[in-house]
């Protein structure tokens, strides 16, 4: 057993799966798990998601050596501050946001009384909530976690081993590295998969369109399935980053969109080869 | 037997995989190649893509009842009067190009001496080449075929017979909405791919961004992967709905890039919805 008991504070798809990974390890004790909505809670409690589970944070998380904060990003402040009456001195806590640098920030002031370690297992599918939990989301997926000078390193260290449990390639990164690698990687390809949707369906008038999305369309717009509610938290506390990609991107479309323009066949064709060689350096 | 010959001519993804559908129907007694590359027409010859072929078009295409023109869009007017001069009269002549309002209207001032149909199968991937052929590349994909007033009943039949072979689900719409559909549906989403790979790889620096690109990228760059050479002929070819689309799409973004600056959560989350919605209605 490597670890004897882990709470983990919101059962979405993230929580879920990362409780169900655990579990399934073997190598936790107790998978504790919070969940605010009853009917969510009651399919962790009865799937064996989780061991025990409660639907608000209280001495249900005592005694547990990490506790994970897979809400939403813009909460994971105020959840740890919560979380830290009701554990032992020095108990870790980590999160599981795709944004990292206002959190890890944040939790520098405090609370005092926990060790926190910033952590975004990189996965996730169109899908949320708990019925979506997968034991084996994470496997063979990166996950980063973004310490800081005065990071732990036992909890460092914890949190790694936690993630290996459940499948994760743990890499280290700091935190604001972190950010505007997946501002580009994630956070502009989906502000893009939603402006596309949307001005897809504005224009096409009463037409079937994805009827036809086999020429390209599918592949971009699966991602627009994804909660807007998340989203949103996401893009706002990535805001300086994600405003930088949204420049630097639609700075690259108004090039083709002029090339488009000026009717040169050549030229346009010598702007798009670089753009698909820039993804095969990239690739490499 | 439907067909006692059948001309391709350009031994790429779409031509070559046409070809080896046919040949699998055992429905058309022989498909005749014309690939100017001498190691694409060797390797279709050798194949078995094609039943016989040539480098150029000439008098190895004669007694063909129908010559698909699956060259890149810009060349198939030229390409169709190339053909005239070798087929009987009222020789049927198709093409398979992206763009079909500029081919289908250039094709309405003659050759005089073939009766032409547009024709879009549906079909491709981000790899090209006759080595790419598939013979299930069409199959349960939708194939366009875009009549006008003076098709000819007769050709019209015969080219959505020849499609049909091949496994394509064929429907009929007029070239100008053809253009308009594709062009929010194929178009745009490959416009906007390039410049988000373009976008990413100059941001990114030295760093091995597409180790991440679970978080998203990888669905949308894929794409990018195509035929630059392809793609600057297809956008300039319906250079009026691409632009359009790109505004419409510019539009979006900038809506949703004012709501991540601006700091609302709450209405970003009401955009970002509504895009979410949009695909939801569009996908019934």
């Not at 973004?146 to 936690?162: D, F, I, N, Q, R």
Request: charged share 25%; hydrophobic share 40%; aromatic share 6%.
């Amino acid at each position: 057993m490597t670890f004897e008991k882990v709470a983990v504070v919101g059962l979405g798809l993230i929580g879920g799966s990362l409780a169900a990974a655990l579990r399934k390890s073997g190598e936790v004790g107790e998978v504790f798990g919070i969940e605010r909505d009853a009917e969510s809670l009651r399919f962790a409690l009865e799937g064996g998601i989780v061991d025990a589970g409660s639907s608000e944070i209280g001495p249900g998380i005592s005694g547990s050596e990490i506790v994970v904060i897979a809400t939403y990003v813009d909460m994971v402040a105020q959840v740890a501050r919560e979380v830290s009456g009701f554990v032992s001195p020095d108990t870790v806590v980590c999160d599981t946001g795709s944004v990292k640098a206002p959190i890890v920030r944040e939790m520098e002031k405090g609370p005092r009384n926990i060790r926190f370690v910033g952590a975004h297992p990189v996965a996730g599918k169109e899908t949320s909530g708990v019925r979506e939990s997968d034991p084996g989301l994470f496997s063979g997926k990166k996950c980063v976690v973004t310490p800081v000078e005065g990071t732990c390193p036992e909890a460092l260290s914890m949190v790694k081993t936690l993630f290996s449990l459940a499948g994760s390639e743990v890499v280290e990164i700091d935190p604001e590295s972190h950010d505007e690698i997946f501002s580009l990687v994630s956070h502009l390809p989906h502000a893009v998969a939603y402006s596309l949707v949307s001005a897809v369906a504005s224009s096409g008038g009463d037409r079937d369109l994805f009827g036809f999305s086999g020429g390209g369309l599918a592949d971009f717009t699966r991602v627009a399935e994804s909660s807007p509610e998340m989203w949103a938290g996401i893009f706002i506390e990535n805001r300086d980053a994600l405003l930088r990609a949204i420049r630097s991107f639609s700075g690259r479309l108004g090039e083709i969109e002029k090339a488009v323009a000026s009717g040169n066949v050549e030229d346009l064709g010598t702007l798009l080869g670089k753009a698909r060689d820039s993804k095969r350096d990239l690739g490499k």
